[in-house]
């Protein structure tokens, strides 16, 4: 280095010191707070309640010099880490009860809810962040930049300072939104997880997330017995196989007393499992969870599961599942994805919701937006999750919500459990898009809360994450009242986020279309993908099966009769293309082009409507953001505009390259009061053939 | 090749027959007609007669069995090639002149217009394209492929069957409108065009052209006596190099009796001119007009010259010629760009229109769309012609147009001539673009008859090309009514052809401004784009002068003054800000941004509503188009379609680019009721420095 290039080198670190300050984001929605002081009082002394403490003097809100009391209570109204809140005081179970009850109080005081005194449970025992991390660093799935736990390249074994100190950050922004548990990596799962020196790093991760209530887990490879067992087979009713998996366990309770359990993808999309040797998935589960009983650990074992010979994937699941309901121990829990095929913008429920009625089963959601325009497309998913956690599935009458038929109001069942795909990684910002953010937010208080509403979800996490009051560092020029801030920002931000994801689902795969994405990277449109050599259900046309007499996948009883699945009334109304919920009409039927809809209009004209309505709906959300600029520190101001901008651009390429696919077999013009395409589907199947859209 | 592919070639062949019959455009505007018979009646045979006779026995659409007679007679009203038609009879002075007249009443039946007796002069006497074309085959700003006269490659003199079919096409399409002159090559020549081989090859190709009436001519270099002739010098007042200028013009006249003459770029854009031995360019054109005046030839002399040194490059042609005026010979034509600057989508017209009184002045104007987007975009350019033509100069008083200007009514001058620049080339449509024909045909119908309006020309040349009544092969299925036609395709794309040079102007360069282009492809917008080692007149910042105070060349008495060289009252308008032009105001102003214009807007809304106009207007095209799918045949449909598609593409750069990067000057925000830009500003900087924005 000479000596210019160290004069520049330093001016760079500086300036960097003074620009770390600014609002980059990686603050999440706990923002340096100008602080009142205040005094705590707390019975008992643990690393987790002087956490709670800390909180509470770092950002207090409330009145200036006021007391507030932390006090462990037993109190039969609060169930695990609930707690009971007024003005000044919190009272718990648990020390995280404690420390997530000062998150509430703060939270109410910078969002200026009143607080009166009042008991709060979560909706879910476990509430669980699963990072699809590998081993090397890099993510599944992830957009964010490579994984927070495992160091990219040669030493993904180290633990540094700089590890550590983002382990806490982590911990804690989970902790103030109720995250109480990590899957450390990949479903698709490395052996290597299991061996020591993985397991140590376990131990150094978890030391760091325990004080905060962040319990760990991993994922495992099914066939590590013999991978690095030395075993000949992993066949889970082989004596030396229960054995070792046995001793497996033992070796991490002894590293890791509060090791919360694994979760298993076996005998799914080519990994391993029971069924390799002949064994149902329950006997795979049991072996695993019998070896976990004396520590009180959980397996959570994915019902992601479809073969390639099967006419509709969506009815896979089902079909491999309800013959097992009771087999399963009762620390083993089915994780089911919360559509039939994969984390699409919009699917029915899985129709196993409700239907396993002596079997846990958990809800994966899924954060990262692997099919909603990665960390590229503003998506704010609460709405969809929403959505799926209301949907009735009649199971035991009307009301069986998703919902209450996982989080123990409906089942016996001693665990309740969610998870949600991690969309973090070692961005500054942890998500890539500063609105993702919102979806780590809204997973977390949808998991403690499953009845918040995405008004007052998105409303918090809005005004947490950008209100320039009383927040240090704001940069924000603040020349408004907090009345004009909520209405240039909050409102217009707000009316945005509610109404982003629709706006996914109309330029990509309105009225029920799925599964449409060009290649395995799941980001642009691809309806014609479909090289010879690749499995027909990893292709597009499997699942639109458009031809020239119309379009959609037709699981009616006269088609595949994933119908049969759901409870009445809802496999009635889905089966009838006149009551079948319109959103939802090509999962379910494939209706021909000019059927009439409700509007009076035909299918490819509402086809077209919806197409160019999500194109527009991404404008209008440029607008939207273009005039907040006063409003929000320029760094975030400019980062979410240019990724509007690509969005808008990718819209436009979804738009066309649909239209112009499904206009060869639909033969009719698009209605001439939209927009054209300004794209050539030609030059649009070779450039999504060639490279991702997202690929600059 | 093996059996396969053998049939496979044979069906291509049978197929490519089959649509060697459909509309590629290589008719033009002179499609096969479902003729009637008609008797012709000729006093005289000459090849060009035999030619008359044969297009009315093609294309007669008038009565039935009707008799025309063809006759050459003296008559002092017609002019040149003028002639008197009727609806049985065509009279000339010329056998040329009755072939126009034969072309004269073939379009007018196929248009659908009356016919009585009428007198027809034309406007121009030489009505000239110049191809820049190079002998290698290559076309400097040709976007339609490679050149029809010189072989791209090796064997760039060969003369085949296929090239004399070619031309004779060629020929036959500018006989059609009046085009009675080609310069051959490009005004940046090759010393080589002067040798052997070369005039064997004009030669030739005159041959073909000569019975349609089309005078070919070539372009030298300055420098070929001493490049190509063993001199020391090309000092034009040299006598030896006067002595082989006059050997080389007398061995031209000998191959070609009927030669033309000369164009000649020179002392201009680093081209070899007589300025570089100290002489002028009335001393350089000279010596060659005396060496053609015994043949009859004429010289067409460029005035396009500028130096790198000058404050404004708009005024230097005026101070390089005015003082010249009077000592050029009557057989030398200066050839004047319609603009001050470079065939730009708006100028004001030269200043040297009207200013050289005892001098000839040709306007120069520029077919091939080098500033018009190509031949992707579909800009017809009688607008912008028009514009220029009707331009009044003022100089022998209100009422003073460029055109009467240059045409001899004005000023007395043995010739008067007019040039194109020819956006001619290999491809199947002659043109690219199949509107990029309506700008040839444009062309030829002004230089015959300035006082041709838009609406009558744009209105012939949609019929003659497009209208399916009448013709062979049309392929487009009749089921409406000419009125039908007329009203859902003429009336539309005539209104989008008659929009789109504004559009252009509104999505590239509105307001006055000029050469915003990036680099040296002149196609996409790089306002931006300043290399510190480009002259700084080849570099946009010269021409906007973007800066916090305000945009635009300040060419008004304070500034360059170049508004001085126009007569008054236009030196005034020009001058004050509130009275020049608004489509002109940032040529001749530097406006502060904030400027109120006459709509009550700042200059920078203005500015930002004009770029999103022009959007806004190509996304009407495609809407327009469209929805003409039933009335033309697909081949042309979808070749326009897909155009228009990249034009909007374009145009969204362009608006994108150019308002991002002003704003970084302006500082104000886009209106926020127009659609906001979906491009990265930094993103475009790099594309378009890396690649042409149209190459892909």
Same mark, same amino acid.
């Given at each position: ?11 760079? !670190? ?8 600014s609002? =980059?984001g ?7 707070? %100008?602080? %009142?002081?205040? =005094? ?29 009391t932390?006090?462990? %209570? ?15 005081s919190?009272?718990? =179970? ?6 997530y ?7 109410? +005081? ?6 009166k ?14 990072h ?47 995250? =109480? ?61 229960i ?49 976990f ?40 829990i089915i ?18 919701f ?76 942890w998500?890539?898009?500063?609105f993702?953010q ?17 008004? +007052? ?20 020029? !603040? ?67 458009? @031809? ?5 996948? @037709? ?15 809802l ?5 009838? !293309? ?54 929000? @520190?320029?760094?975030r ?9 690509? +969005? ?14 499904? +206009? ?5 013009? !698009?209605?001439? @009061? ?21 690929? %600059?």
């Amino acid at each position: 280095m000479n000596f210019s290039k160290q004069i520049i080198s330093l001016f760079t !670190i500086i300036v960097l010191s003074f620009v770390g300050h600014s609002e =980059n984001g990686h603050d999440a929605w706990l923002r340096p707070k %100008k602080a %009142k002081t205040v =005094n705590v009082i707390t019975s008992k002394q643990s690393p987790t309640i002087s956490i709670a403490k800390n909180e509470l003097i770092q950002s207090w809100q409330g009145t200036e010099g006021a007391t507030v009391t932390l006090r462990i %209570k037993r109190n039969k109204s609060l169930k695990s880490d609930g707690f009971k809140i007024s003005e000044n005081s919190i009272q718990a =179970n648990t020390d995280l009860g404690l420390l997530y009850g000062v998150y509430e109080l703060l939270r109410r +005081q910078q969002t200026g809810v009143s607080i009166k005194e009042e008991i709060i449970n979560p909706s879910y025992d476990r509430r669980i962040l699963n990072h699809w991390d590998n081993p090397n660093g890099s993510i599944e799935r992830g957009y964010a930049g490579k994984s927070i736990f495992w160091h990219y390249g040669k030493d993904s074994l180290a633990v540094t300072d700089g590890d550590i100190k983002l382990w806490k950050e982590y911990a804690r922004i989970n902790a103030s939104i109720g995250i =109480n548990g990590a899957v450390l990596n990949n479903v698709n799962a490395s052996p290597m997880m299991l061996t020591a020196g993985y397991l140590e790093k376990v131990k150094a991760i978890t030391e760091v997330l325990r004080p905060y209530g962040v319990k760990t887990y991993i994922s495992i490879k099914f066939s590590s017995p013999s991978l690095i067992g030395g075993l000949k087979t992993s066949d889970p009713l082989d004596t030396e196989v229960i054995t070792w998996w046995n001793n497996k366990i033992k070796e991490i309770y002894k590293l890791i007393p509060d090791f919360g359990g694994f979760l298993v993808k076996a005998s799914s999309e080519g990994q391993p499992g029971p069924q390799d040797y002949g064994r149902t998935h329950a006997d795979g589960a049991n072996m695993l969870a019998d070896a976990f009983k004396p520590y009180g650990g959980i397996v959570m074992w994915r019902a992601f599961v479809y073969s390639s010979n099967d006419v509709d994937r969506a009815k896979q699941a089902y079909t491999e599942f309800v013959p097992l309901d009771g087999q399963f121990r009762d620390n083993v829990i089915i994780q089911v994805k919360n559509g039939p095929v994969d984390f699409q913008p919009r699917e029915p429920f899985s129709s196993l919701f409700g239907a396993l009625k002596k079997t846990i089963i958990m809800p994966e959601l899924q954060i990262t937006q692997e099919y909603l325009g990665h960390s590229t497309h503003l998506a704010y998913l609460g709405t969809m999750w929403k959505e799926f956690l209301e949907s009735d599935t009649y199971q035991k009458g009307p009301g069986s919500t998703v919902a209450k038929s996982t989080d123990g109001s409906l089942y016996n069942q001693k665990i309740s459990a969610i998870a949600g795909v991690s969309n973090i990684g070692l961005d500054t910002n942890w998500t890539g898009h500063t609105f993702a953010q919102s979806n780590w937010y809204a997973f977390g208080r949808l998991a403690w809360n499953h009845e918040l509403t995405n008004d +007052q979800i998105t409303e918090e996490w809005i005004t947490l994450t950008f209100s320039p009051f009383d927040v240090e560092n704001s940069q924000v020029k !603040i020349d408004f009242s907090k009345q004009d801030w909520s209405n240039h920002f909050l409102k217009p931000v707000k009316h945005m986020m509610l109404d982003s994801r629709e706006a996914v689902v109309d330029y990509m795969m309105p009225l029920g279309l799925h599964h449409i994405f060009s290649a395995n990277e799941h980001y642009g449109p691809g309806p014609w993908y479909a090289p010879a050599r690749v499995r027909k259900d990893w292709t597009p046309p499997y699942y639109h099966k458009a @031809d020239s007499l119309g379009i959609g996948f @037709d699981r009616t009883e006269t088609g595949s009769n994933a119908v049969s699945q759901y409870e009445e009334p809802l496999r009635s109304e889905f089966n009838n !293309i006149e009551t079948c919920p319109e959103n939802l009409l090509l999962w379910f039927h494939h209706v021909s082009w000019d059927y009439k809809m409700k509007n009076g209009k035909t299918l490819w004209d509402n086809l077209c409507y919806h197409y160019d309505a999500g194109l527009q709906k991404v404008r209008e959300f440029q607008k939207i953001w273009d005039k907040t600029k006063p409003y929000v @520190d320029s760094e975030r101001f400019y980062e979410v505009q240019s990724k509007l901008r690509d +969005q808008s651009r990718n819209a436009q390429v979804w738009k066309d390259g649909c239209l112009l696919y499904f +206009q060869e077999f639909s033969k009719m013009p !698009i209605p001439y @009061d939209i927009e054209r395409p300004i794209h050539d589907l030609e030059d649009l199947k070779i450039s999504t053939m060639k490279r991702p859209l997202n690929y %600059k």
